[in-house]
């Protein structure tokens, strides 16, 4: 197999795009056995790398056509995290808007509380399929990292996550309950200690422990097999959300709504519907502070094609291709990359993808709290903030679902001190 | 092919004597004292210098070269200005092949051909690409190739035998043997199976074998040499300079000229 270079960093060459196929129109069917969507993915790694994420490859693929592996992965859904999650009509949050009816699918009350949980069921199931004892994990918030230990309780597996040490000062509450789980919370003291470390270290850790460690990878980034098997666990949300609209409404929705940090929860959102052309797709990213860069995190909306943990897409960096620092109040959208089906979504025109600010997504945390009696995520928060603007350009009869995608109980210190600072934002009546 | 690096493996071929590359960060200590640094290694005994360009996520790094790329990246270290370091030192009089290591992200930002440019103009004989696998390599090798740079792979002890005679073909620099899985850093031991693995690559290819990854002391060096043609030592010496900058009158050119010096003993013993 060859590839085109790319001269323009700013876009892909024309000759590149050309030989993996010009993506006009969104395919399902991606990515291709190399892992490419489009020209984006791959598998940018070490050679040490290589012969765990083919051994992964493989196992994924004889995992996921085997009758007795779905059947395991359902039941585990079903019983353990409490799916399906409902999708719960919004109706005070449609009110405000005034446009569309607003749904909500309630990720956030998924065992653990978020989405996240059901990529490490999926990997969990895998791992003891591969026969390994041992799993690792990288984790920002720390979201991921409970959802891992979580399975790794379940399954009687040994868990190391790494966390940034500056990130495990601000989230005491989840770093306790991954130990509590019996998981060991690895300090990691390199380059900012944040995120985008802690993912560095987990891949060195995978490279000396391959032969008896799996690696669960938290969202749909990575080398190639990750972005695939992270989208196909999560695709449980957009395959449900799909049924239960035609059972509510009898028809499939005119809007989805998600936020996309890495994009674990959009992609798994967005998938089942990228075929869909009557449906529209919305990402909202981090727009943090602003839009100089260092003070946000919307790899899609302000960043350029560049290849970060493995593989080639959207990506914040400067001008020498050294990863750029990132922020935003939502410590699970603080990343400075994203999955690169994003990036051929985003290509592709099949999502549109927007940014909102810290305070737009404050203002939503708090209002979807005093208008539906839900503490939404951060995270999540900024698919309201979006979302609300979005449906108030629609009609009456128009539906619009947001992913809400994790709970707010994990954001409420955070939360109860930027309000004191700045004021509760006002609700409108 | 790069004529400087072929010329330096096929001298050190005739004389039966395998080259020591050892491994500096462009910019650490700091970008005005490389010059002399490398000047100084080639006096000791380098006979192939591995230019790191510093990069903010490097994953097949090992906590001494990681640590001391983010202080090269403090320090102000660019793409541009660890190039015009290496620039400087070949008007100063270095002579021996310099490959960079670079990250594909520090290179994809730049867009290869653009890359490459830049690199040749600045004395830059080929490039060691760490995280480029063999999926992804061939059209960077070519482009890297039609500026007359040299490019090296990586293979490790768990790359299955046609995987390595297909990564052996696209190297046209030397071939990077990695003698460990996992990150760089420093082993108390070398394993056992570096002789087989290097005879079964011998099977494959002509190209030069270079191993590296937990190379530290002048007798590994030994043994290393006498099996591959190059032997690539990083953390060791990062780590040295590491230890000097704590000195109360540190001297990293007298550092580097110490430490090489001290490994080439190794090279010495093998005739």
Redesign the interface.
């Known amino acids: 197999?060859?590839?085109?270079?790319?001269?323009?960093?700013s876009r892909l060459s024309s000759s590149q795009v050309a030989e993996r196929g010009n993506p006009h129109v969104a395919s399902a069917a991606v990515p291709d056995a190399?892992g490419h969507f489009g020209p984006y993915g791959?598998?940018?790694?070490?050679?040490?790398l290589?012969?765990a994420v083919h051994q992964l490859a493989e196992e994924y693929d004889r995992a996921r056509k085997d009758p007795d592996f779905q059947r395991q992965l359902s039941y585990y859904l079903k019983e353990f995290v409490g799916r399906p999650t409902p999708l719960y009509h919004a109706r005070r949050l449609t009110e405000l808007a005034g446009g569309a009816k607003i749904y909500l699918k309630r990720e956030d009350l998924a065992h653990t509380g978020a989405h996240k949980i059901n990529n490490t069921i999926g990997q969990g199931l895998l791992t003891l399929r591969m026969g390994k004892k041992r799993i690792i994990a990288e984790t920002g918030a720390g979201q991921h990292g409970v959802a891992t230990a979580t399975a790794a309780a379940a399954f009687g597996l040994t868990c190391d996550v790494y966390m940034g040490s500056e990130d495990i000062r601000r989230q005491s509450l989840n770093v306790f309950r991954m130990r509590l789980m019996g998981a060991r919370v690895v300090a990691v003291e390199?380059?900012s200690r944040t995120l985008?470390?802690a993912t560095?270290e987990a891949?060195?850790d995978w490279?000396?422990s391959?032969g008896h460690t799996h690696y669960i990878i938290g969202s749909v980034v990575g080398p190639h097999p990750f972005p695939q098997i992270v989208r196909d666990f999560q695709s449980v949300i957009g395959q449900e959300t799909r049924s239960q609209a035609m059972q509510l409404l009898g028809r499939l929705p005119d809007a989805v709504v998600a936020c996309v940090g890495g994009g674990s929860n959009a992609a798994g959102m967005f998938y089942p519907f990228v075929e869909d052309a009557g449906v529209k797709l919305f990402g909202v990213e981090a727009g943090g502070r602003g839009l100089i860069l260092g003070q946000h995190a919307a790899s899609l909306s302000l960043g350029q094609?560049?290849?970060?943990?493995?593989s080639?897409s959207y990506v914040l960096?400067n001008?020498?291709?050294?990863?750029a620092d990132v922020h935003s109040i939502s410590a699970g959208l603080d990343y400075p990359g994203v999955g690169p089906e994003h990036a051929y979504w985003k290509d592709t025109n099949r999502v549109s993808y927007h940014a909102c600010t810290d305070t737009d997504a404050l203002a939503a945390f708090t209002t979807t709290a005093q208008r539906e009696g839900i503490i939404p995520a951060l995270e999540s928060a900024h698919a309201v903030a979006f979302a609300l603007k979005q449906a108030a350009k629609m009609d009456k009869h128009q539906v619009l679902i947001i992913n809400m995608s994790g709970r707010g109980d994990k954001d409420c210190m955070e939360a109860a001190r930027l309000l004191n600072v700045d004021g509760v934002p006002s609700v409108k009546a | 092919m790069n004529t400087n690096i072929d010329t330096a493996f096929d001298l050190a071929r005739s004389k039966h004597q395998a080259l020591l590359c050892p491994f500096f960060t462009a910019g650490y200590p700091d970008l005005a004292v490389g010059p002399q640094m490398l000047l100084a290694a080639q006096q000791a005994g380098a006979g192939c210098i591995e230019l790191g360009i510093p990069?903010?996520?490097?994953?097949?790094d090992?906590?001494v070269i990681?640590?001391s790329y983010?202080l090269a990246?403090e320090g102000g270290a660019?793409?541009e200005k660890s190039l015009d370091m290496l620039r400087q030192a070949r008007a100063a009089g270095l002579m021996i092949p310099v490959l960079a290591m670079v990250?594909?992200?520090?290179?994809?930002?730049?867009?290869?051909?653009?890359f490459a440019k830049r690199c040749t103009a600045n004395g830059i004989d080929g490039l060691v690409l760490?995280?480029?696998?063999?999926?992804?390599a061939?059209?960077?090798v070519?482009?890297l190739g039609e500026h007359g740079l040299g490019s090296s792979?990586?293979?490790?002890p768990?790359?299955?035998p046609d995987?390595r005679r297909r990564?052996a073909e696209l190297c046209t620099a030397f071939i990077y043997y990695?003698s460990v899985?996992?990150?760089t850093g420093e082993r108390a031991s070398l394993p056992s199976d570096i002789a087989p693995n290097i005879a079964q690559l011998r099977q494959v290819t002509e190209r030069p074998i270079c191993v590296g990854f937990g190379i530290h002391t002048a007798e590994q060096v030994r043994q290393v040499g006498s099996l591959a043609e190059g032997v690539i030592v990083g953390s060791a010496i990062i780590r040295r300079l590491t230890e000097e900058r704590s000195r109360p009158d540190p001297n990293p050119v007298r550092a580097t000229q110490e430490s090489i010096a001290s490994l080439a003993a190794g090279l010495r013993q093998v005739c």
Do not use: C, W
């Open positions: 197999m060859s590839q085109a270079v790319i001269e323009n960093p190399t791959g598998t940018y790694v070490p050679e040490t290589m012969i390199t380059g985008k470390d560095n891949m060195r490279m000396g391959v094609p560049g290849v970060l943990h493995g080639l960096q001008q020498d291709g050294q990863t | 990069f903010s996520d490097p994953i097949a090992g906590p990681q640590e983010r990246l660019t793409v990250s594909f992200s520090v290179i994809f930002k730049r867009g290869t051909h653009e760490p995280d480029l696998p063999l999926e992804e061939p059209a960077v070519e482009a792979l990586l293979i490790a768990s790359t299955s995987r990564i990695l899985s996992g990150i």
